[in-house]
């Protein structure tokens, strides 16, 4: 079954409103391509400023964060709701540095999960392991924990419309990326997982990334992949080398 490919940039906490606003002109030409899903996650600043950049291309814009609430009193934060109404299609959850940093749990994840699919948000619910973990040879058990947490109480028809991203820490802003092998046995292995959970008809259509150092001369051998359905793509999403990635 063909599966629609997804490029995705992570912008992190880079890049001003203006700043954002003439890195999409940059990219405008390089990321064209009707074959695939092209988002860029920004941070919750740039989002409308992106969204009328964006207007009229291919590219949809995603965001990096938001609150479990629909509103309230949560100083500082920002609910799916908002998220949806600013124009944003796609929500990054789970990534190893919220986990990290900011402590969210996998019972905490699996509420975003819920929340942003109730809002008609497109989660990429990012995996992780650390370098003592794929040491231990523990990378799949650890994967498959934080996948059957993070899906809990999600049916089988939301799971297919969502995105799963496999992020090796230790690939992660390091200029280390997982051999093309080793991206595919997770990412593999994440799709055996949801067909065990839910069936094959879900396992053979939700879309799987790999993230984690991915550029202009690693991903065409990513992406030949089987089970590699797209990239979440940091530091390169910041430039041109990101149009190249969308075209390999
Ligand atoms: C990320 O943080 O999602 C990521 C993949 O970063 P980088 O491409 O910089 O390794």
Not at 5 to 20: D, F, L, Q, V, Y
Not at 91 to 108: L, N, P
Not at 147 to 174: C, F, N, R
């Amino acid at each position: 079954m063909a599966r629609r490919r997804i490029i995705a940039g992570n912008w992190k906490m880079n890049k001003t409103p203006s700043e954002a606003i003439a890195l999409c002109a940059e990219l405008e030409d390089l990321v064209k391509n009707d074959n695939v899903d092209v988002v860029y996650c920004v941070p919750a600043i740039d989002i409308v400023p992106v969204a009328e950049a964006v207007k009229g291309t291919n590219v949809k814009v995603g965001a990096e964060n938001f609150y479990i609430e629909d509103k309230g009193a949560y100083t500082g934060e920002i609910s799916a709701p908002m998220l949806k109404d600013a124009g944003v299609e796609f929500v990054i959850i789970g990534h190893s540095e919220r986990r990290e940093y900011f402590k969210e749990d996998d019972a905490f994840l699996n509420k975003k999960v819920l929340k942003a699919i109730e809002a008609g948000i497109t989660p990429i619910l990012c995996c992780c392991e650390s370098l003592e973990q794929r040491e231990m040879n523990v990378t799949m058990d650890w994967i498959r924990l934080q996948i059957k947490s993070d899906l809990a109480g999600v049916s089988a028809d939301q799971v297919k419309t969502m995105v799963i991203a496999y992020e090796p820490i230790w690939a992660i802003g390091t200029g280390k990326t997982a051999t093309s092998d080793q991206a595919e046995e997770v990412c593999k292995g994440i799709r055996e997982l949801i067909a065990e959970m839910y069936d094959q008809a879900t396992a053979d259509a939700v879309r799987i990334q790999y993230g984690g150092s991915m550029n202009a001369s690693n991903a065409a051998e990513l992406l030949s992949k089987p089970n590699i359905d797209g990239g979440l793509i940091g530091g390169a999403s910041l430039k041109a080398d990101f149009g190249q990635i969308v075209n390999a």
